[in-house]
C-alpha cells in the first residue's frame, strides 16, 4: 500500500506488518541509527584507552569531563542541523533528503575507521570530527520521518507506527550493543566502523531509488476526501497570522521547552551506566553489560513500546490529554528507577567475575538490576510514542518539518547538556555517581512538571487545527469547482 489518498477509514489498514511494508524508509534509516547509537556509551571505558593507553585502567576516570564533551557536542550538532532539515523537509522531497541523510551517516562512519589508536588527542579530535559529522545526519532523521508520516499514515495509526518503530529502535540498540561490545572487546573496532558505514551507504542508495513520497496534507481527517483529487494541492504556507496562532500556541511552547529536562533524564544514563558497572570496583565487562540489556531491557522495550503504543492510541482518542497523562507517567517510572538502581548494593568483583555471566547470575542483587532494568525500557519509549502525535495534532501540514525540527533543537540542546554536566560533576565529585545522577535526574523531573501544566490548553489547541483546516477544505474544494466549470 504506497497511497492513501484514494482510500477512506474503513479501507486503512494497520498493524505491525502493515506499517512495515508501507513505511520501510523510515525502519531502514532509524534502525540503521539505532544499531549504532550505543556505540559510544557501551564502550566508552574501552574507548576511554583507545585514545589514551597511557592513562589505563583509570582512562575514563581521569578523562571524564572530555568523554562528556565528545558525547555532548555531537549532539548539540543534531540540534542545529535539525533545523537545516526541517527547514527543508516542508519545502523537498522527505525521501531525496533521508537517502542524503543516510549516506553522510555512512561516510561518518566509515572514516572513523580510520582514526589511529593511541595518539592521546589526535585520536581523540579525530573521533570528535566523525562523531559530529554523524550528528549532522542524525539531526535530519526525525524531522524527516514525522513530516512524511504526517501524510503517509492516519491519526489513529501514527500511536502504532511511532510504537512499533520505537520497538524495533531498542531491538537494533541492544543487538548494536552486543555485538559492538564484541568487537571492542577484542580490538576490531575499525573493522566495525568499517563495515556498518558501508553498510549505511547502501541503504542510502536502496531509499533514494525505491522510496515512495506522499501528498502533503493527504491524511489529515480534514483534508483526506477533498486532497483525493490529482489536481488539488495543497499548497499553504505559513504566515505570520498561522504563526503566532498555532506554533506559538501553549502547548507548543510548553513541549518545546520540557524538552530540554526530559532528554536531561533520557541520555544521563545511557552515559553513566555502562560506565558505573564497567569501572572499578565492580568491573563488569562491556559484554556482560550489553547481555544484561538483551535479557532484562530487551523484552521490556519491545513489550513496552508495542503494549502501549496501542493503549497510547485508544486512550488518546478519547482525549489528547491521556498522552500527556502517560508521559509524566513515564517520567517518574524513570526518575524512579533510575535513582534506585545507583544507590544498590552492588558488591565489588574482579574483572574475571565481571565477565562471568554465572557468576552474575549467582547474585540475587543482579536479579534485582534486571528487574529495574526491565521496568525503565518498558516505559522508556512511552515519551516518543505520544509526543509526535500531540505535535502533528496542534500543527498545521505546512509546518511539520520546522516544529519537529524546533522542537528536536532543544531536545538535543538538553541531550548534549546532560552528558556534559554528568562528566563535570563526575570530577568535581570525585567519581560519585549517586551524586551526579541526583543532580541530573532532578534536572529531568521538571519536564514532567511542565506536560502537566500543557493538560491546561491543549484540547483548545487541538480543535483550533481542526477549525483551520476545514476552513481549508471548503476553500480547496471551492477551487476544485470553479476549475471544473
Keep these: 500500500m504506497d497511497n492513501l489518498d ?14 512495515i511494508k508501507r513505511l520501510w524508509p523510515h525502519f531502514l534509516i532509524y534502525n540503521s541509527y539505532a544499531f549504532t547509537v550505543s556505540t559510544l556509551f557501551i564502550n566508552i571505558v574501552i574507548i576511554a584507552g583507545i585514545m589514551w593507553p ?52 555512512g561516510i561518518g562512519l566509515f572514516f572513523n575507521g580510520l582514526v589511529p589508536e593511541g595518539q592521546g588527542q589526535t585520536t581523540y579530535i579525530l573521533f570528535l570530527v566523525f562523531s559530529l559529522i554523524r550528528g549532522f545526519s542524525i539531526g535530519g532523521i526525525w524531522p524527516l520521518i514525522t ?4 501524510d503517509s499514515t ?12 520505537q520497538g524495533l529502535f531498542q531491538l537494533f540498540q541492544i543487538i548494536g550493543m552486543v555485538i559492538s561490545a564484541i568487537v571492542f572487546q577484542n580490538n576490531y573496532w ?19 531509488i525505491r522510496g515512495y513520497e506522499p501528498k502533503r496534507g493527504a491524511a489529515r481527517k480534514e483534508l483526506k476526501g477533498v486532497l483525493a ?25 510548553i513541549a518545546f521547552f520540557e524538552g530540554i529536562f526530559t532528554t536531561i533524564l533520557l541520555a544521563v544514563p545511557d552515559f553513566l551506566l555502562v560506565a558505573y558497572l564497567t569501572s572499578p570496583p565492580y568491573n563488569m565487562s562491556p559484554l556482560a553489560a550489553a547481555l544484561f540489556m538483551i535479557i532484562f531491557g530487551l523484552p521490556g522495550g519491545l513489550i513496552g513500546s508495542l503494549a502501549f503504543a496501542k493503549v497510547s492510541d485508544r486512550l488518546g482518542k478519547k482525549n489528547i490529554k491521556y498522552r500527556i497523562y502517560i508521559i509524566v507517567f513515564s517520567i517518574v517510572i524513570l526518575f524512579s528507577g533510575f535513582i534506585f538502581f545507583f544507590t544498590l548494593p552492588i558488591p565489588n568483583m574482579t574483572a574475571e567475575q565481571g ?64 552528558p556534559i554536566i554528568a562528566g563535570i560533576v563526575l570530577v568535581v565529585f570525585n567519581q560519585n555517581f549517586q551524586i551526579t545522577v541526583l543532580i541530573t535526574m532532578v534536572l529531568g523531573i521538571i519536564g514532567g512538571f511542565l506536560w502537566l501544566l500543557a493538560t491546561i490548553w491543549v484540547n483548545k489547541d487541538v480543535e483550533r487545527i481542526s477549525n483551520i483546516l476545514e476552513l481549508r477544505k471548503e476553500e480547496l474544494n471551492n477551487k476544485n469547482n470553479l476549475r471544473s466549470i
Design 355 to 418: 565477565n562471568n555471566l554465572i557468576f552474575l547470575f549467582s547474585l540475587p542483587i543482579f536479579w534485582i538490576m534486571g528487574l529495574i532494568g526491565f521496568i525503565v525500557r518498558s516505559v522508556l519509549g512511552l515519551w516518543n510514542i505520544n509526543q509526535p502525535p500531540i505535535l502533528q495534532e496542534i500543527n498545521l501540514p505546512e509546518a511539520q518539518g520546522k516544529i519537529s525540527s524546533a522542537n528536536q533543537f532543544l531536545e538535543a540542546i538538553g541531550s548534549g547538556t546532560g
Design 54 to 105: 597511557l592513562d589505563m585502567p583509570n582512562s575514563f576516570a581521569v578523562h571524564a569531563s572530555e568523554l562528556g564533551l565528545l558525547t555532548g557536542t555531537s549532539i548539540y550538532i543534531i540540534a542545529f542541523s535539525g533545523i537545516l532539515f526541517g527547514y527543508l523537509a516542508d519545502k523537498f522531497s522527505r525521501i531525496k533528503l533521508m537517502a542524503c541523510v543516510e549516506l553522510i551517516y
Design 154 to 165: 492516519e491519526d489513529k495509526e501514527r500511536s502504532q507506527f511511532f510504537g512499533a518503530i
Design 229 to 253: 483529487s490529482e489536481e488539488i494541492v495543497y499548497d499553504y504556507k505559513l504566515t505570520k497570522e498561522t504563526i503566532r496562532s498555532t506554533i506559538l500556541a501553549p502547548t507548543n511552547l
Design 6 to 19: 484514494n482510500m477512506d477509514d474503513s479501507e486503512v489498514k494497520t498493524g505491525f506488518l502493515v506499517l
Design 147 to 150: 513530516s512524511h508520516v504526517n
Design 190 to 208: 575499525q573493522e566495525y566502523f568499517f563495515i556498518v558505514g558501508v553498510i549505511a551507504g547502501f541503504f542510502g542508495i536502496i531509499i533514494l
